[in-house]
C-alpha cells in the first residue's frame, strides 16, 4: 500500500508552548488511522497541522509525495485534504444546503456536485428533511452529519475528523462510526484524532497515541485495543 | 524625597530661564504644547492604561473651556478655582459616560465617544443663551488676586507648572494599585476579577480621571487663546490627541508629552514655512496628512510609540510597561521548588458545598444538576472527558455567569449573591486554563495585583503623594515577596511576566493566586502543558501548599498521573453530570469511569441504525 | 395631511442614502471585524473623482461609474495594504480604530491639497418638475435616490444570497477559519467586502452631493448619519442597516418638520448614544455577549 500522508519529525505550537514535539505518522492507502489520546495530547494541533491551520515549527508533510509546505489550507482541499473541525464547525446562520454547498465550493463540475449532494442526502436522510434549515438549529448529532457531509461534498482523498464522537450520544456515534464505515469501505483513506479510544480502534486499522505532543504508542489497533498500557495512558497507573 | 527635590528644583529652573529668555512666539506654541499634553496625558490614561478608546476626547476640553469661560464672565473665578472646577465637572461627566460605556468596548466604545464628542459640540453651538452660540464667547485672562496673568510668560509658567504637577500625579496613579488594577483589566478582564478588581469602579474611574485632566486643559485653552467658540474643539482635535498619544507612546506619560508636543511644534512648524512659502489655507491639510500618515505608520511599525524607539531599536518587542524594567527575553530555567521551608502562615481551608447545580448554554447542557462537596483543607480533582463541564463549573464558583439552577456555598456564604470581583475577598483564589498572567507588569506587579482587595490606598492619597501611600506599598511588597521566595521566583520578580517561559509563567499566576491568602484554591487544568519534570514539582507544590496554607483545593485535570497522585477524592463528570464520586483508587476501578474515557467495551453491533429525526440531543 | 406625507418621502429619500452608507459600514464590519472610521472620507474622494470626471466632460454613466469603482478600487487598497498588513502583526481593536482614523486624516489632508476648499455645488443628477403620487409631492431626486437606494439594497440581497462568491462571503463573515477549509480564499474576500462596502458609500455620497455642497469636509454629516443608521439597525445586521436608514431618515425628518430643523444632526448623535447605551445590539443585530 503506497503512502498517502507521511508526517516528519514535526514540531508545531502556539507561542510560548510546544504542542508537537517530532510526531511522525503515516497514512496509507484504503487505511483508517486513529491518534488517541487524553484532553491537551496534540490530537487536534496534529490536524489543524496536517490541514494547514498552523505551521510546523520544523519537520515536513508530504500528500500523495508531494510536499505540503508552503500551500495554504484553502489549496490544500483542492488538494484533497478535507478537515471536518471539532466541534463541527457549521455554519449556524446559513441553511444545511449552503453549508452542503460551502463544501464543494471549489469545484467546477457542477453536476457531478449535484450527484454527491443526493448521495449525502441517501447516506444523511435527515438532512434532506432538514434542507432549509439554518444549521444552527441542528442538534449536535445533526450537525456532526453535516459537517461530515459537506466535507464529502468536497471530494476529499484524504478526510481528517477531529472527535467526531465530542458531545454526542453514543447511539447517534455509533450511526456516524458506520457512515464512517462506509467512507472507507468507498476508497477513502480516514485519520480520525478520538477520545473515546474503544470506538475509534473498532474502526481502525492502526493507532498512534500521543502524550504531552509525542507519540507514545503505535501499532495496529487490533493489538493495541488489548493492550494495558493503553488504559493507563488515559488513566493514569 | 531628596530626589524630589532636585527634579522639582530642576524643572522650576528649565521653567523659569525659558519663561524670560524664549520670544513670545516659541512660549505661546509651547503653552499650547503644553496644554495639549495635559490633555494627551488624560486620554493616556484611559486608553494606554485602562485600555478603553475614546475619540470624543475634544469634547470633554470644550466643557472645560466653556466652563472656565462662565466661570471667569459671570462669577470673575480666579484661576486656581475654575480650572479645578472646571475639572471636576468634567470628573462627573466622565462618570457618568463610563457607566452606559461599561457594557461596550472596542469599535462600539470608540462610536459612542464620537457620537459624544460630535454631540457636545451640537449642544455648545445650540444653546446660544449660555453658550453664545456660533459667535462664542470671550475669555478673560486667568485672575490671581488682583494680578492677572496676561503675558505669555505668566501663561506658560502657569501652563508648566500644572503640567509637571498633572504629570506627577499621572506617573503616581500608575505605578500604585490604581495602575495596575486599570492594567489588569485592560489585558486580562477575567483575572482581574478574579483578583477582587471590580470592572464597573475601575473603568468608570479611568473616565472620570481622564476628563479631569482633559477639562483642565480646555480651561487653559480658553484662557490662552481668550476665546472659546463650537468650532475650536472638534474630532479633528480628537482625532489629533489620539493621534499623539499613539505616536508619542501609549501607556506612558514621557510618551504622551513627546507625542502633544512633537505634533504640535510639527505643525507650527508647518505653518511657519506655509507662511513663509505663501500657501496659507493648505497647511491644514499638509498637517492632516502628515498626522494620518505618522499615526499609520507608527501604528504598523512602531506600536509602542517614538518614546520606545530606543527599545525597538535594540531589537526588543514593546510591552506597555509602567516600571522601567527592560522586556525580557524569552527562555530561561524552569524553577524547581523544594519542599517549602518558609512558613506562609496558615489560613487555614473552607468548606465549599455546590448543590444540584445546572447550566444550559443554547442547545448543550453543560452541567446537569451536580452536587459536590470539597472539604477543609481537601484536594479534589475534578475530572471527566472533554466538554464534560469542569471550566464551566468554575466560572460559576467564579460568578462570571449564573446557574439556572442550584445553588453554591462557600464556608456558608450564598456565591451566587456575589459579583466575581467579590469572590476574592471571601477566600476564594484561582487559575486559568490559559495562563493568565499580566502580560505588561512585572512578576512582582502581578503578585501584587492578587493583593489588591487588600491594598488600602485612596485615590487622592495617590494622587497627592503622601507617604502612607509609600507605606502601604512597602506592606503589600513584603507580603509578596515571602511568596516570591517560596516559589523561587525572586530572580524574576522584577521581570516583565510577558517575557517568561511558559512554565514560569504558570508559577506567577500561582502565586498571584496564593498571595491572596486563599481558604479555597482553584485551579483550571494546572498541569497542561508542563514536562514531565514541571509536573512533579508541581505536585510537590500543591501538596506544599496544603501543608503550609492549609486551604482546600479544587482541580480540573487531564494528567491522571498528577490526579491520581495527589488528590484526596475524585468527582468525574460526563455530559454534564457526575457520573462518580471516591478515592482515586474506587474511581480508577469504576467502570463507568472507564466507559467514558475509553469507551465501551462491548462487542460489535453489526446492525446499522438509520437515523429519523427525533434521537437524542447531545 | 400633506406635511406629513412630505416628510415620510423626505425622510425615506434621505433614510436610502444613510443606509447605503451603513450597508457599507456594516459589510466591512462583519467581514472583517473593523469599524471602518475612513468610510466618510472614502466617500468623500470618490464623490470629488465624479465631479472632476464631470467637469471633464465626462458623459454622466462613465463619471459616475467611473468613480464608484475608483471608490471601490480604494478600499480594496485599504483592505490589502492596511489592515490585511496589520492583521499579521496581530493588531489590537485599538490599532484598527487607529489605521482607519489615520485613512480618514490622510484622505481629508489630501482631498484638501488637490480641490481646496472652496464650496462647489455638484450637478443635480435628475431634473424635472417634482411629481406627484396621490396625495404626495415628491421631487424627481428623492425619489430617484429612494429608487437607487432600495434597488442596491435588493443587488446585494441577490448577490449574497444567490451567488457563489455572496455565499462564501457570507460563510466568511461567520466563521473565516472554517472558511478556508472549505477552500475559500478569504484573504481575496475581504478585499472584495471592502470593495463592495467603499462602492456602496461612495454611491451614497455622489447621491448625497446634490443635495448639500461639496467640500472636504461636507461629508461628515453622511458619515455619523451612516454610524447612527448602522448602530440602530445593529453593526451586524444588514436588513438592519436598510431599515436603521430609513428609521432614522423619518425620525429626522419628523422632528425637522415638527419640532426645529436644527435637530436633524443633533438628532442622529443622540440616537447612537442613546442606542449604544439601551441597546448595543442594535434593533436586528445579535446580543453582544460578555464572554469570559
Redesign the interface.
Same mark, same amino acid.
Given at each position: 500500500m503506497s503512502v498517502v500522508l507521511s508526517l516528519s519529525a514535526v514540531t508545531a505550537g502556539y507561542g510560548p508552548i510546544l504542542a508537537l514535539r517530532e510526531v511522525s505518522l503515516e497514512v496509507r492507502e484504503g487505511e483508517v488511522v486513529a491518534l488517541l489520546g487524553a484532553n491537551g495530547a496534540g490530537k487536534t494541533t496534529t490536524l489543524r497541522v496536517i490541514a494547514g491551520l498552523l505551521p510546523t515549527l520544523s519537520g515536513s508533510i508530504a500528500f500523495e509525495g508531494r510536499p505540503l509546505h508552503p500551500l495554504p489550507p484553502e489549496e490544500r482541499v483542492a488538494r484533497g485534504i478535507v478537515l471536518v473541525p471539532e466541534g463541527r464547525g457549521i455554519f449556524p446562520e446559513l441553511t444545511v444546503e449552503e453549508n452542503l454547498w460551502l463544501g464543494a465550493w471549489r469545484r467546477r463540475d457542477l453536476r457531478a456536485a449535484r450527484a454527491d449532494l443526493e448521495r449525502v442526502f441517501h447516506l444523511f436522510p435527515i438532512l434532506r428533511e432538514r434542507r432549509r434549515q439554518l444549521a444552527g438549529t441542528l442538534s449536535g448529532g445533526e450537525q456532526q452529519m453535516l459537517a461530515i457531509g459537506r466535507a464529502l461534498m468536497a471530494q476529499p482523498r484524504l478526510l481528517l475528523l477531529d472527535e467526531p464522537s465530542l458531545g454526542l450520544a453514543p447511539l447517534v456515534v455509533r450511526h456516524i462510526f458506520e457512515v464512517l464505515r462506509a467512507i472507507h469501505e468507498a476508497g477513502t483513506p480516514l485519520l480520525i484524532a478520538e477520545q473515546n479510544a474503544h470506538l475509534a480502534l473498532t474502526l481502525a486499522h492502526r493507532a498512534y497515541i500521543l502524550q504531552n505532543g509525542e507519540i507514545r504508542l503505535q501499532g495496529e489497533a487490533r493489538v493495541l485495543r488489548e493492550n494495558p498500557e493503553v488504559k493507563a495512558l488515559y488513566l493514569g497507573r | 524625597m531628596a530626589r524630589r527635590i532636585v527634579w522639582g528644583a530642576l524643572i522650576a529652573g528649565i521653567l523659569g530661564v525659558t519663561a524670560f529668555t524664549l520670544p513670545s512666539y516659541f512660549l505661546y506654541i509651547l503653552s499650547l504644547a503644553g496644554i495639549w499634553a495635559i490633555a494627551v496625558i488624560g486620554l493616556d490614561l484611559l486608553?494606554g492604561v485602562a485600555?478603553q478608546?475614546s475619540?470624543g476626547h475634544a469634547g470633554f476640553m470644550a466643557i472645560g473651556a466653556y466652563a472656565v469661560a462662565l466661570l471667569s464672565l459671570h462669577l470673575e473665578a480666579p484661576f486656581w478655582l475654575a480650572l479645578p472646577a472646571a475639572g471636576l465637572l468634567n470628573a462627573l461627566i466622565g462618570l457618568a459616560l463610563g457607566l452606559?460605556a461599561l +457594557?461596550?468596548?472596542?469599535?462600539?466604545l470608540? *462610536?459612542?465617544t464620537?457620537? $459624544?464628542g460630535?454631540?457636545v459640540v @451640537?449642544?455648545l453651538r445650540?444653546w446660544e443663551p449660555v453658550t453664545g452660540g456660533f459667535m462664542g464667547l470671550k475669555v478673560p485672562p486667568p485672575a490671581l488676586g488682583p494680578w492677572s496673568l496676561r503675558s505669555d510668560a505668566a501663561q506658560y509658567l502657569l501652563i508648566g507648572i500644572l503640567l509637571v504637577l498633572l504629570a506627577g500625579i499621572a506617573l503616581r496613579l500608575i505605578r500604585s494599585p490604581f495602575g495596575r488594577a486599570w492594567i489588569a483589566l485592560r489585558d486580562r478582564e477575567?483575572a482581574a476579577q478574579a483578583a477582587g478588581i471590580s470592572r464597573a469602579r475601575y473603568r468608570t474611574l479611568a473616565f472620570a480621571v481622564s476628563a479631569f485632566y482633559a477639562g483642565v486643559a480646555g480651561g487653559l485653552l480658553a484662557y490662552r487663546v481668550g476665546r472659546v467658540d463650537p468650532d475650536g474643539l472638534t474630532?479633528m482635535h480628537s482625532?489629533f490627541l489620539?493621534?499623539a498619544l499613539?505616536v508619542g507612546g501609549?501607556a506612558s506619560v514621557p510618551g504622551a508629552i513627546l507625542g502633544a508636543v512633537s505634533l504640535t511644534v510639527l505643525f507650527h512648524l508647518l505653518s511657519g514655512l506655509g507662511t513663509a512659502l505663501g500657501w496659507r489655507? @493648505?497647511v491644514?491639510?499638509? +498637517? #492632516?496628512? %502628515?498626522?494620518?500618515?505618522?499615526?499609520?505608520l507608527t501604528? =504598523?511599525f512602531l506600536?509602542g510609540g517614538l518614546w520606545r524607539l530606543p527599545m525597538h531599536v535594540r531589537g526588543r518587542r514593546w510591552i506597555p510597561v509602567p516600571s522601567r524594567a527592560p522586556a525580557g527575553e &524569552?527562555g530561561g530555567e524552569r524553577p524547581m521548588v523544594s519542599v517549602p521551608h518558609i512558613h506562609l502562615g496558615n489560613s487555614g481551608g473552607g468548606r465549599l458545598e455546590v448543590i444540584e447545580v445546572s447550566k444550559r448554554f443554547g442547545?448543550?447542557q453543560a452541567l446537569d444538576r451536580v452536587s459536590f462537596t470539597v472539604e477543609p483543607g481537601e484536594i479534589v480533582g475534578l475530572i471527566g472527558? #472533554?466538554?464534560a463541564g469542569k471550566t464551566t463549573m468554575l #466560572?460559576l464558583i467564579s460568578r $462570571?455567569?449564573d446557574p439556572d439552577a442550584g445553588a453554591i456555598r462557600f464556608e456558608g456564604h450564598d456565591l451566587l449573591r456575589r459579583r466575581p470581583h467579590e469572590i476574592v475577598r471571601l477566600g476564594i483564589a484561582r487559575t486559568f486554563q490559559n495562563v493568565e498572567i499580566f502580560p505588561a507588569l512585572t512578576v512582582r506587579e502581578n503578585l501584587l495585583v492578587g493583593q489588591h482587595p487588600q491594598a488600602r490606598v485612596g485615590l487622592i492619597a495617590v494622587a497627592a503623594g503622601w507617604p502612607s501611600v509609600r507605606r502601604e506599598e512597602s506592606r503589600l511588597r513584603e507580603q509578596a515577596e515571602e511568596v516570591l521566595k517560596w516559589l523561587e521566583l525572586s530572580a524574576l520578580a522584577d521581570r516583565p511576566a510577558g517575557g517568561l517561559? $511558559?512554565g514560569q509563567?504558570k508559577w506567577v499566576e500561582l502565586g498571584r493566586a496564593l498571595v491572596a491568602r486563599p481558604r479555597l484554591l482553584l485551579l483550571d @487544568?494546572p498541569a497542561?502543558?508542563l514536562?514531565?519534570a514541571e509536573r512533579q514539582a508541581l505536585r510537590e507544590l500543591l501538596r506544599g501548599i496544603r501543608e503550609a496554607l492549609g486551604c482546600s483545593i479544587l482541580l480540573i485535570e487531564?494528567? =491522571? #498521573?498528577?490526579? =491520581?497522585?495527589l488528590c484526596d477524592r475524585i468527582v468525574v463528570l460526563n $455530559?454534564g453530570r457526575v457520573i462518580a464520586q471516591g478515592t482515586p483508587a474506587e474511581v480508577?476501578e469504576n467502570p463507568l469511569? *472507564?466507559e467514558a474515557?475509553?469507551? &465501551?467495551?462491548r462487542e @460489535?453491533?453489526a446492525q446499522?441504525?438509520? %437515523? +429519523?429525526?427525533g &434521537?437524542? +440531543?447531545? | 395631511m400633506d406635511p406629513l406625507i412630505r416628510y415620510l418621502a423626505g425622510g425615506l429619500s434621505a433614510g436610502a442614502l444613510y443606509g447605503l452608507m451603513a450597508l457599507g459600514l456594516v459589510l466591512i464590519y462583519r467581514a472583517s471585524e473593523v469599524v471602518n472610521f475612513g468610510h466618510g472620507d472614502l466617500a468623500m474622494v470618490s464623490t470629488f473623482a465624479a465631479y472632476t470626471l464631470l467637469r471633464a466632460h465626462a458623459p454622466l454613466p462613465l463619471a459616475l461609474g467611473g468613480a464608484v469603482l475608483f471608490g471601490a478600487a480604494l478600499g480594496a487598497l485599504a483592505e490589502r495594504g492596511l489592515l490585511r498588513p496589520a492583521r499579521r502583526r496581530r493588531a489590537t481593536p485599538l490599532t484598527l480604530v487607529v489605521l482607519t482614523l489615520g485613512l480618514a486624516l490622510v484622505l481629508n489632508g489630501l482631498a484638501g491639497l488637490l480641490w481646496g476648499h472652496e464650496i462647489r455645488t455638484f450637478p443635480a443628477l435628475v431634473s424635472g418638475p417634482p411629481l406627484r403620487l396621490g396625495p404626495a409631492v415628491i421631487t424627481r431626486e428623492q425619489l430617484f435616490n429612494l429608487v437607487v437606494g432600495l434597488l442596491l439594497a435588493l443587488a446585494l440581497y441577490a448577490f449574497l444570497r444567490f451567488t457563489r462568491t455572496g455565499l462564501a462571503l457570507r460563510a466568511v463573515t461567520q466563521n473565516p477559519e472554517v472558511a478556508r477549509l472549505m477552500g475559500i480564499p478569504v484573504d481575496r474576500i475581504l478585499i472584495l467586502a471592502w470593495g463592495v462596502g467603499v462602492g456602496l458609500g461612495a454611491i451614497a455620497g455622489i447621491l448625497a452631493a446634490p443635495l448639500i455642497y461639496l467640500e472636504p469636509n461636507a461629508m461628515l454629516p453622511l458619515l455619523i448619519k451612516g454610524f447612527a443608521a448602522a448602530v440602530l439597525g445593529g453593526m451586524t445586521s444588514l436588513p438592519g442597516a436598510v431599515i436603521g436608514g430609513w428609521l432614522l431618515g423619518i425620525l429626522e425628518n419628523l422632528a425637522a418638520g415638527y419640532i426645529a430643523t436644527e435637530l436633524k444632526t443633533p438628532l442622529a448623535f443622540a440616537l447612537i448614544v442613546a442606542v449604544l447605551v439601551v441597546r448595543p445590539a442594535g434593533l436586528l443585530g445579535r446580543p453582544i455577549s460578555h464572554r469570559v
Open positions: - | 486608553t485600555g478608546i475619540i452606559p +457594557r461596550l468596548s472596542g469599535p462600539y470608540a *462610536i459612542a464620537l457620537g $459624544f460630535v454631540a @451640537e449642544i445650540r477575567a474630532l482625532i489620539v493621534s499613539i501609549l489655507t @493648505e491644514g491639510d499638509v +498637517r #492632516n496628512v %502628515l498626522y494620518g500618515a505618522a499615526l499609520i501604528a =504598523m506600536p &524569552e442547545g448543550l472527558p #472533554n466538554g #466560572n $462570571f455567569y517561559a $511558559f509563567r @487544568e497542561a502543558g514536562h514531565p487531564h494528567d =491522571m #498521573n498528577l490526579v =491520581m497522585g $455530559f480508577a469511569v *472507564i474515557y475509553l469507551g &465501551e467495551r @460489535e453491533d446499522p441504525t438509520a %437515523l +429519523r429525526s &434521537e437524542g +440531543r447531545a | -
